[in-house]
Each structure stands twice: as structure tokens, then as C-alpha cells.
């Protein structure tokens, strides 16, 4: 089996003496889709900017493939309103050509807007556009930090798909931060669910059956995702807490 | 009196070409206040020139970095807000030029032109060390330009792009000083925020690309200067202030163009 894209061993981060992650262990593989989940204030962001190396380890190491080509997609740009700056000309900031971007553009359907300006696309839009960003380094790993915020229902099914196509045609891996547990987990294949330490890891029938994700997000989204695979390996009592089957 | 004309037209000209594009990063990365309460802490930099009897434009440019580079550092180690320091450091340093002036017994202020400029005073010397800080200044810019303007749209993008943002931040600051303490020549201590905002605004809204953006706030800034001068020689009124409100009348006039 190949090396990992990236691993991050028993990594801990402290900022202003709170301790905001504590002995994370995880890593990526090749192809692989890594879905990181989590209550607000879990350390999601942190985490990720951690193993894009934005943000320093207190503890623990953080290693990655060499060379490893990264394509980010950030959780929220406030486009800057007073730099006049055009869609095509912000892809080429990068020192990519406009072929290049203009492919891009085309791979995430929104050729369209190259000559409109950048802080005057919509919010969906926007993230179409940073997405191809994230695509024109021809990444080993693409991070995606909340990709579908302030994208409709619909829009957001058609970016998974998108995300799923470009594992499949770029040959790389992605993680994403994600809060819509149920139709993220459908495109998943591994999901880390984050609560300032790795509560629980594996993929997702595995995750959404552990207690420790369960105490996290309640039965609701347990529900929610075990009606989406159809599969139920527990049950709940009137409380709502879990009765392991015996010998399940 | 022509070469007097001459020199002033050359160092206007010359302070235009550097607030042009250090002024577009003003307006992008919200500095204003930077420029402003550097400006202040220049009154140290005359008080130690006139103090050590050395050039007084070269002590301001010194000074200017030597206070760039302490808030670059503070704000590194010390995680305190920009802002904050900037009050601090700023304001201490003009505490401590008033101090320093006590003690130059000959010290003879104009404090009309430190506050407002008096480009009409400027020498040949002067020239020549605006022309050497402009190519120096322009020469930095033009090849980290593309990399503060990736800063400039997303700190976070630059920062996985593999650009290393704290360094281009204190090489921003140090510019950002350099061509503030040129400046104050021109337009004085209370007017060179006006020089570095004003063309680059206006460029703003006639514009489509930061690189655009940089040359039209030039020539803005240019074309304000000439008819500040202008102004000033045939019905007498101050430089400074008459460049800034030339460049304040195509700012709205740019109001009524807007592109966007």
C-alpha cells in the first residue's frame, strides 16, 4: 500500500494556553474522501489548518508525502470589495496561464463567469469559483472547508457530485469539513468525527453506530443516517440512548 | 523661479508614482490608519536629524523604517493588535521628537510645512533622494507584486500557495514607511493619507485589475500634483493642500464613472 498523502501523529495545538486539539492521530490515503465532522468549537478549523501547516503543533508531528501539491478551498473569503479584480484574473494570480484557468472555470460549470468581477458573484458561485482555484494546482489532496455554505439544497447535491468526479478524473484525495451530516455521508469514505480529540474513526455505518458520536450529535442524525443506508446495527431505548444488541 | 517650478514638479511627480500603488494597498488592506499615525512619529526623525545635524529627509526615511520594522516585530511576538501598536509606538515616537527638539538648542521648526508640506523648498538634493527611494521602492514592488496581491485578496490562500505572508507583510511596511516619510515632504504630516487614498479610491472605481488600478491611481496622483502646483503659482495658494483637493475633485468625478 502506498504511503499515506499525509499523517498527522498525536498532534496536539494550544493556542493562548486552551488547549484547542489534543493527541490527534489521522491520516489520508491516495483517492481516499475524508470527511471531518463536529460540533461548533471542536477544533475543525484548527485542525485543518494544522495539516495544511498554517497553523503550528504544540506537540506531535505532522508528515507529508513529498511534494505534495495541496489544492485549498477556504471556509468563507471575504473577498476583498475595494480591489477590483476579475474572476479569470484571480485563478491567474496564481501564475497559471488562462487556458489553464479557463479549464478550470469549465470543470466546475461556471466558464461563464471569467470576466465578471470576483466580488460580485454570488455566494455559490463564489465557491465554484475558489473550487476551481483549489483544481488548477492539479492537487495530490484537495481541502475543502465547509464547501457547500451558502449554496441551495440542490446546488449542494451538485457540488458533492463534483467533488466525487474530480477524485474520480484527478486521481486525489479529499477532506472536507462538513456539518450536513446526511448527504455527506453518502460521498464519504472515511469519516473522523472531531470533538477537540478524535471521538471516532471508520467509515461512515461504522461511525453513525458509535456511542461517541451518538453522545455528540444525538439520535437524531444517527437516524438520519442510519435510514440513509438502511441499516440499523442498534437500538434505542424511550430515552433515546443506545441498547447494544447482545451478541450484535 | 523656473527651476524652483522644476524641482517641485519633479518631487511631486515622483511621491505620485510611489502613493499610487502603495496607496491601492491602503484602500485594499484598510491602512488608512497606518499611514496617518506613522506620518506623526516623523516629528522624531526630524528631531534626531536636526539633533545629529545630519540630512533631515534621510533621518525621517530611517526613522519611518526603524518604527515599520519594531511594529512588524511586536505584532509578531506579542500577538497584540495592529492598531494598538501602532498607537503606541506612533505617538511614543512623537512624544519623543518633542522631547528630543528640546534639547537642539538651534532647533528652528517650519512648523506650517512639517504639518502641511512645502514642496516649493525642496532642493535638488532632495530630488535625487526621492528618485533613489522611488526606483528602490518600485524595483521591490514590481517583483513581489503579484504575491502581495494574492495577501491582499486572502491571507489563508497565500499562505497555502506557499507564499510566506509574515515576511511579505514587513516588506509591505517597510515600503509602506519609506514612501510615507518621502511623502511628508510633499504634503506634510496631516496630508499624506489624503495622497496615498484619494488617487487610489478614484482609480478604484474606474477600474478592472489591481494592476490597473495601480497605474490609474499614478496617474491620478500625477495629474493632481501638476495642477496642485499649477493652482498654487498663479493664485497663491498653498501646494499641499491644493494637490489634495485637485485630487479630491477627480475622485468625484470618478463617482460619477464607476464602472461597477
Not at chain 1, 491520516?27 to 485542525?47: F, H, M, Q
Not at chain 1, 503550528?56 to 473577498?79: E, F, H, N
Not at chain 2, 528631531?47 to 526615511?61: D, N, R
Not at chain 2, 497565500?158 to 510633499?186: E, K, P
Request: charged share 15%.
Amino acid at each position: 500500500m502506498n504511503e499515506p498523502l499525509l499523517t498527522l501523529t498525536d498532534a496536539s495545538v494550544k493556542i493562548a494556553r486552551r488547549e484547542i486539539l489534543q493527541g490527534i492521530t489521522m491520516s489520508i490515503a491516495d483517492r481516499e474522501i475524508v470527511t471531518l465532522i463536529g460540533p461548533n468549537g471542536a477544533g475543525k478549523t484548527t485542525l485543518v489548518r494544522a495539516l495544511l501547516g498554517l497553523q503550528v503543533l504544540t506537540s506531535g508531528s505532522l508528515q507529508r508525502r513529498s511534494a505534495l501539491r495541496i489544492g485549498y478551498m477556504p471556509q468563507r473569503v471575504r473577498i476583498n470589495e475595494h480591489m477590483p479584480l476579475r474572476v479569470i484574473d484571480f485563478l491567474m494570480l496564481d501564475g497559471s496561464n488562462k487556458d489553464q484557468a479557463l479549464q478550470a472555470l469549465d470543470e466546475s460549470s461556471v466558464s461563464e463567469l471569467a470576466g465578471a468581477q470576483l466580488n460580485r458573484v454570488s455566494g455559490g458561485e463564489l465557491q465554484r469559483v475558489l473550487f476551481s482555484r483549489a483544481l488548477l494546482r492539479n492537487p495530490d489532496l484537495l481541502v475543502l472547508d465547509e464547501p457547500v455554505q451558502g449554496v441551495d439544497l440542490a446546488g449542494q447535491a451538485d457540488l458533492y457530485k463534483l467533488i466525487a468526479k474530480v477524485r474520480d478524473d484527478h486521481g486525489c484525495g479529499v477532506l472536507m469539513v462538513s456539518h450536513d451530516l446526511n448527504i455527506v455521508m453518502a460521498h464519504t469514505d472515511t469519516v473522523i468525527c472531531l470533538n477537540r480529540h478524535v471521538c471516532c474513526q471508520g467509515n461512515p455505518d461504522h461511525v453513525s453506530s458509535d456511542p461517541a458520536f451518538l453522545e455528540l450529535f444525538g439520535n437524531r442524525y444517527a437516524d438520519t443516517l442510519a435510514v440513509y443506508h438502511h441499516h440499523h446495527d442498534h437500538e434505542h431505548d424511550l430515552h433515546g440512548a443506545v441498547i447494544t444488541e447482545p451478541g450484535g | 523661479m523656473e527651476e524652483l517650478l522644476l524641482r517641485a514638479v519633479c518631487a511631486g511627480l515622483l511621491v505620485a508614482v510611489l502613493t499610487g500603488p502603495l496607496g491601492c494597498f491602503v484602500v485594499w488592506q484598510r491602512m488608512a490608519y497606518f499611514g496617518d499615525t506613522l506620518a506623526h512619529s516623523a516629528l522624531l526623525g526630524v528631531a534626531i536629524s536636526l539633533y545629529m545635524e545630519v540630512s533631515l529627509g534621510y533621518g525621517v526615511l530611517a526613522c519611518g523604517i526603524a518604527i515599520a520594522l519594531a511594529l512588524a516585530w511586536l505584532h509578531q511576538h506579542h500577538a497584540l493588535p495592529m492598531d494598538t501598536l501602532l498607537g503606541i509606538l506612533a505617538h511614543v515616537a512623537l512624544a519623543g521628537g518633542v522631547i528630543v527638539l528640546g534639547f537642539v538648542s538651534h532647533a528652528h521648526v517650519d512648523w506650517l510645512a512639517y504639518l502641511f508640506g512645502d514642496l516649493l523648498a525642496v532642493g535638488w538634493q532632495d530630488v535625487q533622494r526621492m528618485a533613489i527611494v522611488t526606483a528602490v521602492i518600485c524595483t521591490i514592488l514590481l517583483f513581489c507584486w503579484r504575491k502581495l496581491v494574492v495577501i491582499a485578496v486572502d491571507q489563508e490562500i497565500a499562505g497555502v500557495d506557499g507564499i510566506n505572508v509574515q515576511a511579505y507583510r514587513v516588506i509591505l511596511l517597510v515600503l509602506m514607511a519609506a514612501t510615507i516619510a518621502t511623502a511628508i515632504q510633499v504634503v506634510g504630516v496631516l496630508l499624506v493619507t489624503a495622497l496615498l487614498i484619494i488617487p487610489a479610491t478614484t482609480a478604484r472605481n474606474i477600474t478592472r485589475s489591481p494592476r490597473q488600478m495601480a497605474f490609474a491611481a499614478i496617474f491620478i496622483g500625477c495629474v493632481a500634483t501638476l495642477a496642485g502646483i499649477a493652482a498654487s503659482y498663479n493664485v497663491d495658494v498653498s501646494v499641499g493642500p491644493a494637490i489634495v483637493m485637485a485630487a479630491f475633485l477627480m475622485f468625484s468625478a470618478s463617482l460619477a464613472l464607476r464602472t461597477r
